[in-house]
């Protein structure tokens, strides 16, 4: 008796399974999507791991190449790779971040910027910051211009004579982001109490060490958010990382903190118009009184490791490709010093200036483009509407996603896409250069596209 109600409940079980892998595979609205892999339509392992080997961007890249611009990676979820239905959904308002942004990054005390997923919020947020990083006010700032003059003609110019002269081996990541992270803190926090990382080297090295510690596990926090909250809650820190992880995040928390009421404590025309005293009185007119002081030091902590780390990444590949290029390498230079001597000033050029660069600006495009330093995927979902992406019909909330790894690769907008060819951006016509624009990505699009990038872009070219 026991047995055959057993039976029953098995092969009921059976069928459950069955019909739904049968539901997954073949009448899923998705089920027209090629697959990446046979198991796509059935499970997310096989994306799962390829993000731990560290190949997702290349494996989507190989997946696009063979089965064209929409594939399937889950059961639940897609890629996609052209710019048509990437501007559609990614300037979208309707489409949002999907929770893996703030899984990863639940080590943070409060939801900063690049995590808040609730639009209205994000919109909201976004204002308090917004007109100091656009192109026209970052290139008339008063207060840039003198970070520039004091971070790089003073001591960065300084370092690179003594590194000319010595023959000891110069690590050019670790100098690029110490000098990018003088000039973001100098941004934040006012020139005071900006750090001097590239002639501070054991702080630089504290720093950078607690930095690339709150990286650890990132995929497993982002991935497995609810079983590492869940161990973690029980204090059973079961992967050694999860410790590093903790430790490195309270102590760069502590360190952002430190600077943000040193700032509140100080006064002077640097001060008051300093990225953090700005950013606080926004923040008091529409946060709690008591949420202030936490948003304020994780938004500018995080402000702090964008301003250094994909910047620092470009500068140093930019550094290797004109290494290997003396032609690029006389080119640009020379295009410096006649720009020095139409300045007609033996200090630093203007924002304004350096961003009529060709060369300069060829050379950061095409870094940009060939190394993307912050390359994705980037998901979004919408959560209420079905949406159409070219012939296929998605239904709400199926998780999207597009890398400016994949788009950058398309051989007919970017000929040999994997050669870093600057030329490509000065000889094109009208018709190319407006297709490479449109197809460039590296600081994504739409109402969440990088805050940064024309800080970024300034910070890299000087
Ligand atoms: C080469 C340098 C940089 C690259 C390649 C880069 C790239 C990106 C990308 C692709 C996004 C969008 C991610 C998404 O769609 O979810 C983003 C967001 C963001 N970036 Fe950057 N970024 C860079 C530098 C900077 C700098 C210098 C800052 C600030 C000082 C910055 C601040 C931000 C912020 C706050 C967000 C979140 C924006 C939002 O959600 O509204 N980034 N960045």
């Not at 989507?60 to 929409?70: D, F, I, T, Y």
């Not at 897609?78 to 990437?86: C, L, P, T």
């Not at 990505?441 to 940064?452: E, K, T």
Request: net charge neutral; glycine share 4%; with cysteine.
């Amino acid at each position: 008796m026991m047995s055959q109600a057993f039976s029953q409940m098995m092969v009921s079980f059976l069928l459950v399974v069955v019909s739904r892998l049968a539901y997954l595979a073949y009448f899923s609205p998705l089920s027209n999507i090629p697959n990446a892999h046979f198991t796509s339509p059935f499970t997310r392992a096989w994306l799962i791991y390829q993000k731990f080997k560290g190949c997702e961007n290349r494996t989507r890249l190989s997946a696009h190449e063979k089965l064209g611009p929409v594939v399937r990676l889950g059961p639940n979820e897609i890629s996609i790779n052209h710019m048509d239905y990437v501007c559609e959904l990614f300037n979208d308002k309707s489409f949002t971040k999907t929770a893996w942004y703030p899984n990863g990054f639940r080590g943070w005390k409060s939801p900063i910027l690049a995590s808040l997923t609730d639009p209205e919020l994000h919109s909201r947020r976004r204002q308090l910051m917004a007109t100091r990083y656009t192109n026209i006010s970052l290139q008339k700032s008063a207060q840039l211009h003198m970070i520039f003059e004091n971070r790089v003609s003073g001591v960065f110019r300084e370092e690179l004579q003594i590194w000319a002269s010595t023959v000891a081996t110069i690590d050019i990541f670790q100098k690029s982001k110490a000098c990018l992270m003088d000039i973001i803190t100098a941004w934040l926090y006012g020139i005071d109490h900006g750090t001097n990382f590239i002639r501070d080297v054991d702080e630089e090295r504290t720093w950078s060490t607690d930095l690339n510690g709150t990286f650890e596990g990132f995929v497993s926090r982002s991935e497995f958010y609810w079983f590492i909250s869940a161990l973690e809650r029980s204090r059973l820190f079961i992967f050694p990382w999860m410790i590093r992880t903790e430790n490195s995040q309270r102590r760069l928390q502590d360190w952002s903190l430190k600077k943000c009421k040193h700032v509140q404590e100080s006064s002077g025309d640097d001060i008051d118009n300093s990225l953090c005293s700005q950013f606080r009185q926004g923040l008091e007119k529409t946060e709690p009184a008591g949420k202030v002081e936490s948003l304020l030091m994780d938004e500018m902590l995080d402000h702090c490791i964008t301003g250094q780390l994909p910047t620092g990444i470009i500068v140093s590949y930019a550094v290797w490709e004109l290494a290997q290029k003396p032609e690029w390498r006389e080119r640009l230079h020379n295009e410096l010093a006649h720009a020095s001597d139409a300045s007609n000033a033996n200090s630093n050029l203007s924002p304004a200036a350096v961003d009529k660069l060709p060369i300069l600006n060829a050379v950061v495009m095409e870094t940009l483009r060939v190394y993307s330093s912050n390359p994705g995927p980037w998901p979004r979902f919408n959560p209420t509407n079905a949406t159409r992406i070219g012939q296929y019909s998605i239904p709400a909330g199926t998780t999207i996603s597009a890398s400016s790894y994949c788009l950058h690769r398309n051989e007919n907008v970017f000929p040999q896409p994997n050669e870093w060819r600057p030329e490509r951006w000065l000889k094109a016509d009208d018709r190319q250069r407006s297709a490479m624009n449109r197809w460039f990505w590296a600081f994504g699009s739409g109402p969440f596209m990088c805050l940064g990038s024309h800080f970024a872009i300034l910070g890299m070219s000087f």
